[in-house]
């Protein structure tokens, strides 16, 4: 017979209980991904970047010219916060905006000298915490849960 929680009852650590292998895998994602921002937010820190302005960050660097909708969509982040986190790179001069020559209307972002020197920063942090992620794996395993969860993201995402 399953035990059922009963008011009063210690709420398992992470890991345990249905907060480990037993537990539902939405739930476990979810408990991951909270986990992995919570590292990168104290990695992050003492350089004043969050985990979404390294993501903003990233995809400006790593693609030029990306419009404020693109960054939206790539990043999981809503266009009004895009918004407020790319007024707040121009302001500190790590990015820049334009105008693009053919549909004025819309943005191109680029990032400044300054900005690609910030992420390399960033991301020498970030691979300090999954290199933390991959003590937990082994190389076949690690191919395995990359694919995974690249098949997640396709599947569930409206675009597979």
């Not at 990695?43 to 004043?48: E, F, G, P, T, V």
């Not at 549909?103 to 910030?118: K, P």
């Not at 915490?129 to 694919?147: G, I, K, Q, S, T």
Request: with cysteine.
């Amino acid at each position: 017979m399953k035990r059922t929680a009963k008011p009063g009852d210690a709420i398992p650590a992470a890991g345990e209980g249905k907060r480990g292998a037993e537990g539902h895998l939405g739930y476990l994602i979810r408990q991951a991904h909270a986990a992995v921002r919570g590292a990168m937010e104290k990695a992050l820190a003492d350089l004043h970047v969050t985990p979404p302005q390294f993501a903003v960050l990233t995809m400006v660097v790593n693609y030029p010219g990306i419009s404020g909708a693109e960054l939206a969509r790539l990043t999981f982040l809503t266009p009004q916060t895009i918004n407020v986190i790319v007024s707040n790179l121009v302001r500190a001069a790590l990015v820049d905006k334009s105008a693009d020559p053919a549909h004025g209307r819309i943005l191109r972002l680029h990032a400044t000298a300054a900005g690609a020197a910030l992420l390399r920063r960033c991301r020498a942090r970030v691979m300090e915490v999954e290199a933390r992620l991959l003590e937990l794996l082994d190389r076949d395993e690690e191919r395995v849960v990359r694919r995974w969860l690249a098949a997640v993201g396709e599947k569930l995402s409206g675009e597979g």
